[in-house]
């Protein structure tokens, strides 16, 4: 016998759990302060009751059933809560159960069977579709524990995608074996299927920010791009507006007090950013670049200027690099080599092969080396360099088409 526990996240978490959980307290009180429970649970075959729709979430048949759900309610109550915040969660929550209950009851208002349902299972299931959606490539830290001979306790992270297809795929198999027929993995996977339409609704409609990494964007390849913008490119509206309108009034002469109190900003401001920048390392270094990459993008949002030394900024881009994600290492090495241009002689041959394997771009690639002095490379990046250039030109005598980006003039 084994038992999964999830218990964190490296998904981005922008808001704090309160709905999470105040839903376990929720459950766990009307576990044991209801002695009797059948007047709320979901009755098949006598009528449509809507209080039921309600009440039969927040039933549950025994405490392993209980301690179960609420496990696996904090796990992914804690990335949906996170991104959306308690208000919206709510709404989901309790939308989902809802819904689910309503066409629940609705699709077995003829049955004589006697039967009912209950319990936060396909809510459950429909926010592991949700987190499934919104971040698929972001990793789950789960205890487990093997009961055989003995105790094995372990801990083990895996991605979201994989966590959650692999409870989805079971449950499929127990409806197939079942004949699809009105079970606990059929009501299981009809939440997961509202779920995955809400995450979906709420991905389309930008009521969600996934930072680039949901699972539309992965399967287009598309995913992290939107991390990597310049400042050059993120919207200054808002900031023209202040400078404008600074300019019309009179300077006057900085009260003491005033000082204090910018100084005192100035501290709060560089304590956060020292924050950051300790947990981007801190995840680095355990070899998690795309939630480093997470942690960058949200400091940037947040903060405004933010930038990473030149050791953090390669770090984060050869993390990428190594987990196979060169595009999106790309323009990590590109602000490299444009800030530290020194220092970059490496850093240019492997964005070059980046250019040319990857994006089939040789005169980037041209372009890039030509600032390359060979006496700074060892004899190994010298002669990859060679070797690249030589792909370039031909590359280029074959007459392939470019789509330009970073100049490198």
Not at 54 to 82: K, Q
Not at 103 to 126: K, T, W
Request: net charge neutral; with cysteine.
């Amino acid at each position: 016998m084994f038992f999964f526990i999830p218990y964190g996240t490296d998904a981005p978490i922008y808001h704090w759990p309160y709905g999470t959980v105040g839903m376990i307290v929720l459950n766990v009180l009307i576990f044991f302060l209801v002695p009797d429970v059948a007047p709320y649970v979901l009755e098949h075959g006598n009528g449509l009751q809507p209080l039921e729709w309600i009440t039969s979430n927040f039933i549950h048949g025994d405490i392993f059933h209980l301690i179960g759900n609420m496990i696996f309610l904090w796990g992914f109550g804690l990335v949906v809560e996170g991104k959306i915040g308690t208000p919206r969660f709510l709404l989901v929550y309790f939308g989902m159960g809802i819904f689910q209950c309503s066409i629940e009851q609705v699709l077995m208002i003829a049955s004589d069977s006697g039967g009912s349902s209950f319990g936060a299972s396909s809510i459950i299931y429909g926010l592991l579709a949700i987190s499934l959606i919104w971040a698929p490539k972001n990793d789950l830290s789960v205890y487990l524990f093997v009961f055989l001979i003995r105790i094995i306790a372990t801990t083990f992270e895996i991605s979201i995608l994989s966590f959650g297809m692999i409870y989805i795929g079971l449950e499929f198999v127990f409806a197939v074996f079942s004949g699809f027929q009105m079970s606990s993995a059929m009501l299981h996977l009809a939440g997961a299927l509202i779920g995955g339409g809400i995450g979906y609704v709420f991905l389309v409609g930008k009521w969600v920010d996934c930072e680039g990494w949901d699972l539309i964007s992965v399967m287009k390849n598309q995913h992290g791009r939107q991390l990597t913008r310049t400042a050059a490119q993120m919207p200054e509206a808002d900031y023209q507006l202040k400078t404008k309108k600074s300019k019309k009034r009179k300077k006057k002469k900085p009260k003491l007090a005033e000082l204090d109190s910018e100084l005192d900003d100035v501290e709060v401001q560089q304590s956060k950013r020292e924050k950051r920048v300790l947990k981007i390392r801190e995840l680095l270094k355990k070899n998690k670049p795309t939630a480093a990459v997470s942690e960058y993008q949200l400091a940037k949002r947040r903060m405004g200027e933010f930038t990473l030394c030149a050791m953090d900024l390669k770090s984060m881009a050869d993390g990428l690099y190594r987990q196979k994600m060169y595009s999106e290492s790309m323009p990590f090495y590109e602000q490299y080599v444009d800030r530290f241009p020194d220092l970059a002689s490496k850093v240019r041959v492997r964005l070059a092969a980046i250019y040319i394997d990857i994006h089939q771009r040789p005169r980037a690639a041209l372009r890039v080396m030509s600032q390359i002095d060979p006496q700074e490379l060892d004899e190994n990046a010298e002669k990859i360099r060679i070797k690249l250039e030589r792909q370039a030109n031909q590359l280029i005598d074959e007459g392939v088409l470019e789509l330009e980006g970073q100049s490198w003039s």
